[in-house]
């Protein structure tokens, strides 16, 4: 096996999982795409378990080799076999190795996968002691194969807070730093560019060969450079180190490279799918990528071959088959649909699918399949996103895009609705002419503002929504746009104004046939009005109705809401007990459609039922969680409490301690809040061993050692072993501790009580 020239980065779990693989299968393919870092994985592995070989291990490699028929000899000749006989190649293969206890490394079969297959099926049947290990973008798919996928070293997410100087314990920042080291002197990962490394990281996706070839660009560029012209990634990333493989020299090649190994149907699949954005299923696929030339039967064998060589990443949903691309594979595939001209055809399809999924969610909202249909369009936002992008960026096409983005129920049942509020913004710019479809969205953008408490909109918009219905003669969009002056009216300081506006909303929505999700929000919102007027039995009435209607309709978002208002009237009836059961249910129901609102607004009350029940802390932390949901949308307060709850819990538990627990409370994370809020206490897991136990005494030896600071080298002298012995020691330590790091180790040894790292 080749010497290795430069680090070994990350993939201790990965080399634990395959050797154990290997010890149990007789075939093991690592699969992925081009430079995700196989072959450096096949090499470790083989390198670790050469011993495990009398007979050793033998690498081919067959990147450069087109020809199939000269497989059995390449194989030959990798094993130093000089065989000049007429007999069969293969049949010499098979009697050479047929006493042979040895590993075979056939590095690259992806442009040879039929051969290779026919090629292992036959040694391995012949040659009972040898095993193979195989890369390949795709799988071999014979008998007895054991598949390893071969993932991108994990990478940080940017928008994550991630504390500074713990940037390497990403693999992937931890790559980019060593090579970058390598080829510019002096670079070294500081505080002042561990923001733009993890964000260069987090846009190469992971993927060593492309954080290689960036390492290399930064000779002549800043790391803030680098990622600012990563949109152009396959022009930047062309210039590698003169001693890799040709394909593996730039970004472009390599993936020309995947592009040359797929059928022509394979191919223009690929390109086409490129039009979706976070990913896609198979049912998108047929309804947007085929015609005459790619036939909707064809499309699963399509899939099928895409998901072999490592192109499309599957990633089941819900019990539906989803694929994604990695971005960089999605680039390649949009510059080959531009240069096949159907760039235009494809993307406006894209939005049509678009369309139509919004169109039956809607028709479909109100019913059994209300979750499934909240999942499916919280799982297709990219896609809804790039599908208003383009309404935006073709001209006509803004009324269109004024159709999908009017929506209310979609903003309010996902954590977007601020999202909502700047689309329609933008497409009422661009479409101005009178139309149903500007009449709901004016309308709804008029509902979004006041929940965000933009004073301007709330007074000009829900007015120009309701003119321009009156002018339309359009009853549906009028009944809406009188909805939402009630809602406006009922936040103000004369709420007895909004219940005349409701109440001819109500009837003009029941003559229209405007789909149940309107009423039924509406007479939450007039049920909150009656309760800020002190008419709690008309309050209580509007609530029961709204149940028992979700009861039957199978609404449940609705229903989560009813739920709310009964528990809020329960807190004001003095029902402490009945009030926090009937919030919980509706915080239950809404942490399952992302309803951050509605959590925010349900929160509150449950907050002021705390306090109610003399839990003075836990109202602080939960009135904390509730306000950073609430700024998270950009929403204000629009429900006022009943009694001096907040301030009583306050006074009893003292301002700074109050304080203090509504900051901790703000910086809860969602599920933590909801944990609280619901009681739910997590079950204390089972006693692990203790992390000394894994070690065995020599390794816990090792591990002081590098605790104070030895090399491997240094290790090795110490303990008089072989440095191979002592690196083989500390990547076991790593492995069994779960460390990525030496500095992790000697913390840990620093933690042991003495003499205890040594028992």
């Known amino acids: 096996m080749p010497a290795d020239l430069t680090s070994f980065v990350g993939r201790r779990q990965d080399v634990a999982a395959v050797r154990e693989l290997a010890s149990k299968a007789r075939l093991v393919t690592l699969t992925g795409i081009g430079g995700v870092g196989k072959t450096r994985l096949a090499f470790r592995v083989a390198a670790e378990v050469r011993r495990a070989f009398p007979d050793g291990v033998c690498l081919v490699e067959l990147a450069s080799l087109t020809d199939p028929a000269l497989l059995p000899l390449t194989v030959m000749d990798a094993l130093a076999m000089r065989e000049q006989s007429a007999r069969e190649p293969v049949g010499v293969l098979c009697d050479h190795l047929r006493t042979q206890h040895m590993l075979l490394v056939l590095d690259n079969c992806e442009h040879l996968v039929e051969a290779v297959a026919d090629l292992a099926d036959r040694l391995l049947r012949a040659a009972p002691d040898l095993r193979i290990l195989a890369t390949s973008r795709q799988a071999l798919r014979i008998a007895g194969e054991y598949v390893y996928p071969v993932l991108p070293l994990p990478v940080p997410n940017p928008e994550a807070t991630i504390k500074p100087g713990t940037g390497t314990q990403y693999p992937s920042v931890t790559l980019l730093a060593e090579r970058s080291a390598a080829v510019v002197p002096g670079f070294a990962l500081t505080p002042d560019n561990e923001a733009a490394v993890i964000r260069l990281c987090h846009r190469l996706e992971g ?215 700047l689309w329609l913004d933008r497409l009422l710019a661009l479409d101005e002419e009178p139309s149903h479809e500007r009449a709901w969205a004016l309308a709804t953008a008029a509902y979004i503002a006041i929940f965000q408490g933009d004073e301007h909109a709330v007074t000009v918009l829900p007015e120009v929504a309701r003119d321009l219905a009156v002018r339309l003669d359009d009853p549906a969009a009028l009944a809406y746009a009188t909805h939402v002056l009630g809602m406006r009216q009922s936040l103000s300081d004369d709420p007895a104004s909004a219940i005349p506006l409701f109440t001819e909303a109500l009837e003009q929505y029941s003559e229209t046939g405007v789909t149940p999700q309107y009423p039924d929000s509406l007479r939450i919102e007039l049920a909150n009005a009656y309760i800020l007027l002190g008419d709690f039995d008309k309050a209580t009435n509007l609530v029961d109705e709204l149940y028992e209607l979700c009861g039957v309709n199978g609404d449940r978002w609705n229903l989560s809401y009813a739920l709310w208002g009964r528990g809020f009237l329960a807190l004001i009836r003095g029902d402490l007990d009945q009030a926090e059961a009937d919030l919980c249910e509706s915080l239950a129901m809404k942490r399952e459609f992302h309803d951050t609102l509605g959590l925010a607004l349900t929160l509150e009350v449950l907050a002021w039922t705390a306090a109610a029940q003399g839990e003075d802390e836990r109202a602080a932390t939960l009135s904390g969680g509730a306000d950073s949901l609430r700024q998270s949308i950009g929403a204000k307060h629009v429900i006022t409490a009943p009694g001096d709850f907040q301030v009583t819990a306050c006074k009893r538990l003292g301002e700074a301690a109050f304080d203090s627990a509504f900051a901790r409370g703000r910086h809860l994370a969602l599920d933590e809040t909801l944990a609280l809020a619901l009681r739910e206490h997590a079950q204390p897991a089972p006693a692990a061993p203790a992390q000394a136990s894994l070690l065995t005494r020599r390794q816990r030896e090792v591990a002081e050692l590098v605790a104070a600071g030895l090399s491997n080298k240094e290790i090795a002298a110490k303990l008089v072993i072989s440095l191979r012995t002592a690196e083989g020691h500390v990547e076991s330590i790593l492995t069994k501790l779960d460390f990525k790091t030496r500095t992790q180790i000697a913390h840990w040894v620093m933690q042991q009580p003495t003499g205890q790292a040594r028992e």
């Open 207 to 421: 993927i060593p060969l492309a954080i290689e070839l960036a390492a290399v660009r930064l000779r002549a560029l800043t790391v803030d450079d680098l990622v600012n012209r990563l949109d152009d990634r396959f022009d930047l990333l062309r210039e590698g180190n003169r001693n890799l493989p040709e394909r593996h020299q730039t970004l472009q090649a390599m993936i020309d490279w995947s592009y040359g190994l797929c059928t022509p149907t394979e191919q223009a699949l690929w390109a086409r799918a490129s039009v979706f954005a976070g990913g896609f299923g198979t049912d998108a696929l047929e309804a947007v990528c085929t015609d005459d030339s790619l036939p909707e039967r064809a499309v699963l064998d399509a899939v099928t071959g895409l998901v072999e060589k490592s192109i499309f990443v599957p990633e089941p949903q819900g019990g539906r088959s989803r694929f994604r691309m990695l971005e960089t594979i999605r680039e390649y595939g949009q510059a080959r649909l531009a240069e096949s001209g159907d760039q235009e055809a494809l993307d406006r399809r894209h939005r049509d699918w678009c369309l139509q999924l919004i169109e039956t969610a809607g028709d479909e909202w109100v019913g059994p399949r209300q979750q499934q249909w909240a999942d499916r369009l919280e799982l297709e936002h990219a896609n809804l996103r790039r599908a208003l992008e383009y309404c935006l960026s073709e001209s006509g096409e803004a009324r269109v895009g004024l159709r999908m983005a009017a929506v209310p129920w979609f903003w309010g049942a996902t954590e977007y609705i601020a999202e909502g509020r």
